[in-house]
C-alpha cells in the first residue's frame, strides 16, 4: 500500500479517535451536570436556619415598666407595645423611635388594663381594671402616592366586649365564623367561667341575641390545686387548661350551654407542673411546655375499645434548661417559639421535631412574638430594650425522618409514611415522606419485570435457537418496532381499554393463569407423540408454534367462558366484593395487574432484541460441538449456548429494569397514583417519576415542595447509577468465566 494512503488512514484514525473521546467525555461531563445541578436544588433542603439582629434600641424609662403585651406588622416597621394606661405604641425596633400612638377606648371612665394577652401578632385580648374584657385588633392599609411611596393607615378595632361581675385573673376571648363570641376566663378557686353570645338576624332583618353563661367546676377533678395555663382555639370551641399538678384537661365548648369534658390527664408521670400551652397553627395539636423546660405536642387519638378520641403526647421538641413560661406558634406552620425562665428563646418545627434556632444572643427576652410571615422575632429584654430578629428557615418541616420515617401526622391515629403536598386549607400538615414513592417505583417495576422477563427470554431463546431464520426475519423486526410505540398511548390504552377489560374479566383472567400453563404443558407432552407422525415431522422444525397458538387460544376463551360461572360459583356472583369483605382489600380498577401488562408491554422488546442478539452471537461452532457429542437441541441451549450469552442477557434484562424504574407516562396514566405501601395486586401505587409528573406545575419554585421533587430526581438518578454499577460488575464476572468459550 502507498505510503500516503496509510498516513491517510492513520490520521483519519487518530481524527476518529479523538472525536469518539471527546464525545464520550462530553456524554460523562454531561451526566455529571445534570446530577450536579439537581442536586445543587436540593441542598437547600439540609441547610442550617439562619438568624441575626436586625435591630436593639432601648425603651424609654417611663415605658419599660408599663408594657403587657407586644406584637409586630408583617412588614417589620413597627412593633406594637400595648400598655398599662390603654395606648397602643408603634415603636420602630431598628431605629428605636416612636413612630405613633394609638388609644384604646377604655369600657368605662378612667379603666386602666390589668392584663393582655396576645391572640396573634395584631389582635389582644384586654382585661380592665373595672373587669371588663375586650378583645382588640390593630388594621393596616398600605396606601401608595403618586411617586409609589408607601405609608400606612393604621386603625384600631374592637371586636367585641364583654362586662364580668369581678375581675378576673385570666380572659380569653374567640369570635368564631358565625359570629358567635366566646369568653373564657379564670376565677379564683380554680374556677372557669364560660360566656357565649351569638346575635342572629332573621330574614326580616330583626336581631335576636342567645347568651349562655357557665361554670367549668374543677373541684371533683382529682388531684388538681391550681389552674394555670389556658389555650383556646380560634373558633372558642375547645378549651385546654394545665396546672400546676401536671394535669392536662380538655373542654369541648361547641354545644352551646352543654360543655363537655373530654380529657382529664396526668400529661407527665413525674407530675411535672405545666407551665405553658399554645394551639399550633390549624388548632390541631397542642403545644405543652412545663416546668423542667420540657416541649411537647398532642392532639386527639382514637381509643383502643371506644370511639372517642383522647389526649396523647406525640411529638418531643428540644428541650430547655429552666421551666417554659412562654409558646409563641407561628401563624404560617407548624413551627413553634417557646421562652423559658432563663429569657432563651427555642424555635422549632412540631412534625419534623427539628430545633431551628437558639436565640439567646442578648439580655434574657422577657416578651416575645412571631412576626405573621415567620421571617422575625420580635422581643422585649430585661433590662428594657427591644430587640428584632431576623429569621431564615425556609424548609423547617423537611428532616430526614420526615423524608424516609414514620411520622405521626395530625388526625392520623397512628405514625406513618404519607405523602399529601397539599390540601383544602392552608393550614394543613405537609406530608412528604419519599418511601411510598420509593416503595411505588419498586412495585409497579416488580411486577412489570414478572411479566416481560419470562415472556422476552422465552421468545429470544425459540427465535435464535429453535425458529426458522426466516421466521427471525418476520419476528425482531416486528418485537423491535413495538418499542417505538409512544409511552403515552401505551397508558392511554392501559388506562381506558385495558383496565375495564380486567376489571370485567377479573375472574377470567385467574383462571387464564391456570389454564395456559396447563394447556401448555399438556399440548407439549402431546406434541412428543404426535411429532413421530410423518404427518407433523413437516412443523416440528421451526414452526412448533402454529400448533401451539390455537391451543393457547383455546384456553383463554375458556377461562373467558368460565370466568363468570366461576365467580357466581364461588364468590357469589361479585368478586370484588368478596375481595373487601373477606381480606379487607379494595379493587382499584388502575392496579398493579394493569402497570404489569402495561410497562412489561414497554419493556419486553429491549431485553427481547437484545437477549436475541446475544443468543445468535453465539459461535455457531459451540452449537455444533454440542450436538455432536450427542446432546438435545435443548440440552445444548441449557447448558452451553445460555451460560455463553449471560452477559447479554443480564445486560438486556438490566436495560430493561432501568427503563421501567425511570418510565413515566405509562405509570401515570395507567395507575390510581396512591401513594401507598402494600404489595397487593388489587390497588396502585404512585413511583417517583409519576410524582414528579404530577406535583411539578404546582410546585412554588424555590418551596420545599419544589426542592423535595429534585431530590426525587437525586434519587432516581442515583437508583440507576446503582443498578447500572451492579449490572457492569455482574456482566464482566459473567464474562470472564464464560468468555474462555
Known amino acids: 500500500m502507498e505510503r500516503h494512503v496509510l498516513k491517510k488512514i492513520k490520521r483519519h484514525d487518530r481524527i476518529a479517535r479523538w472525536v469518539i473521546t471527546a464525545g464520550g467525555l462530553t456524554i460523562i461531563a454531561s451526566v455529571l451536570l445534570i446530577l450536579f445541578l439537581i442536586t445543587r436544588v436540593t441542598l437547600p433542603l439540609f441547610a442550617s436556619p439562619q438568624s441575626g439582629v436586625l435591630g436593639h ?20 416597621e413597627a412593633a406594637f407595645l400595648l400598655t398599662r394606661q390603654g395606648t397602643l405604641k408603634l415603636w420602630d425596633p431598628r431605629r428605636g423611635v416612636l413612630i ?7 369600657p368605662s371612665p378612667g379603666a386602666t388594663v390589668g392584663s393582655a394577652e396576645a391572640s396573634d401578632a395584631q389582635t389582644f385580648d384586654l382585661l380592665w381594671s373595672d373587669g371588663s374584657v375586650t378583645r382588640e385588633q390593630l388594621r393596616i392599609h398600605p396606601r401608595f402616592d403618586g411617586g409609589g411611596q408607601r405609608s400606612f393607615e393604621r386603625t384600631l378595632e374592637r371586636l367585641a366586649t364583654f362586662a364580668t361581675p369581678a375581675p378576673p385573673l385570666r380572659a380569653l376571648v374567640r369570635i368564631d365564623g358565625e359570629g358567635r363570641q366566646t369568653l373564657v376566663t379564670l376565677l379564683a378557686g380554680n374556677r372557669l367561667e364560660v360566656r357565649q353570645n351569638l346575635t342572629v338576624t332573621d330574614f326580616l332583618g330583626n336581631e335576636e341575641s342567645e347568651d349562655h353563661a357557665f361554670v367549668l367546676d374543677t373541684s371533683d377533678l382529682g388531684e388538681i390545686r391550681t389552674i394555670g395555663p389556658l389555650a383556646l382555639d380560634r373558633a372558642g370551641h375547645t378549651l385546654y387548661a394545665g396546672t400546676d399538678g401536671g394535669n392536662l384537661l380538655r373542654w369541648d365548648l361547641s354545644n352551646a350551654g352543654e360543655p363537655a369534658l373530654l380529657d382529664n390527664l396526668k400529661a407527665f408521670s413525674d407530675g411535672r407542673a405545666l407551665t405553658a400551652l399554645a394551639l399550633v397553627y390549624g388548632d390541631i395539636s397542642l403545644a405543652v411546655g412545663d416546668s423542667e423546660g420540657g416541649m411537647s405536642t398532642w392532639f386527639a387519638v382514637p381509643e383502643e375499645g371506644s370511639t372517642g378520641k383522647v389526649l396523647r403526647k406525640i411529638h418531643a421538641l428540644n428541650p430547655h434548661d429552666s421551666a417554659i413560661v412562654a409558646i409563641y406558634p407561628s401563624a404560617r406552620d407548624k413551627s413553634l417559639l417557646s421562652l423559658d425562665a432563663g429569657g432563651v428563646l427555642h424555635l422549632d418545627h412540631m412534625t419534623s421535631e427539628r430545633h431551628l434556632l437558639t436565640l439567646d444572643e442578648l439580655s434574657p427576652v422577657i416578651a416575645a412574638v412571631f412576626a405573621p410571615r415567620g421571617n422575625a422575632v420580635a422581643a422585649l429584654t430585661a433590662d428594657g430594650r427591644a430587640l428584632l ?22 388526625s392520623y391515629p397512628e405514625p406513618a409514611y404519607a405523602w399529601q403536598s397539599s390540601a383544602g386549607s392552608d393550614d394543613f400538615e405537609p406530608k412528604m415522606s419519599l418511601t411510598p414513592l420509593i416503595f411505588g417505583t419498586l412495585k409497579g417495576t416488580f411486577y412489570a419485570m414478572l411479566f416481560a422477563i419470562p415472556l422476552a427470554l422465552a421468545g429470544a431463546i425459540y427465535t435464535s435457537q429453535f425458529g426458522q431464520q426466516r421466521l427471525r426475519q418476520w419476528i425482531k423486526p416486528t418485537v423491535e418496532i413495538m418499542a417505538a410505540i409512544p409511552s403515552v398511548v401505551i397508558g392511554f390504552l392501559a388506562a381506558l381499554w385495558f383496565a375495564p377489560l380486567i376489571e370485567k374479566n377479573l375472574t377470567a383472567l385467574f383462571l387464564s393463569l391456570a389454564f395456559i400453563p396447563t394447556t401448555f404443558v399438556g399440548a407439549l407432552l402431546l406434541w412428543q407423540v404426535l411429532r413421530r407422525g410423518d404427518r407433523f415431522k413437516g412443523i416440528d422444525r421451526g414452526h412448533e408454534f402454529l400448533a401451539l397458538v390455537p391451543v393457547l387460544i383455546l384456553a383463554v376463551a375458556a377461562a373467558v367462558v368460565l370466568g363468570p360461572i366461576v365467580e357466581g360459583w364461588l364468590f357469589a356472583g361479585d368478586f370484588k366484593l368478596w375481595l373487601f369483605t373477606e381480606t379487607g382489600t379494595r379493587y382499584d380498577p388502575r392496579n398493579s395487574i394493569v402497570i404489569a401488562f402495561a410497562l412489561g408491554f414497554a419493556v419486553i422488546p429491549i431485553i427481547f432484541t437484545i437477549a436475541e442478539d446475544a443468543l445468535s452471537n453465539v459461535p455457531a461452532s459451540l452449537r455444533a460441538a454440542s450436538l455432536a457429542l450427542g446432546a438435545s437441541r ?16 443480564f445486560a438486556g434484562i438490566m436495560i430493561g429494569l432501568g427503563r421501567a424504574i425511570g418510565e413515566t407516562m405509562i405509570v401515570l396514566m395507567a395507575t390510581g397514583n396512591t401513594p401507598i405501601i402494600d404489595w397487593s395486586l388489587f390497588n396502585g401505587m404512585r413511583p417517583l417519576s409519576a410524582n414528579i409528573a404530577v406535583e411539578i406545575p404546582e410546585a412554588p419554585v424555590g418551596g420545599s415542595l419544589f426542592r423535595v421533587l429534585f431530590l426525587s430526581a437525586v434519587i432516581l438518578f442515583a437508583l440507576t447509577f446503582f443498578l447500572n454499577t451492579v449490572a457492569e460488575i455482574v456482566r464482566q464476572r459473567l464474562r470472564a468465566k464464560y468468555g474462555r468459550f
Do not use: C, M
Not at 434600641?57 to 417589620?76: F, H, K, M, R
Not at 405613633?100 to 377604655?106: S, T
Not at 430578629?389 to 395530625?410: C, M, N, Q, R
Not at 435443548?634 to 442477557?649: D, E, H, M, N
Open 389 to 410: 430578629w431576623s429569621v431564615d428557615a425556609p424548609h423547617p418541616e423537611i428532616s430526614w425522618k420526615t423524608l424516609f420515617g414514620k411520622v405521626w401526622y395530625e
Open 634 to 649: 435443548w440440552q445444548t441451549v441449557w447448558r452451553v449456548i445460555l451460560p455463553s450469552a449471560s452477559p447479554g442477557i
Open 100 to 106: 405613633e400612638e394609638l388609644p384604646i377606648q377604655p
Open 57 to 76: 434600641s432601648t425603651l424609654p424609662a417611663d415605658l419599660q415598666n408599663e408594657v403587657l403585651a407586644l406584637g409586630i406588622d408583617e412588614y417589620l
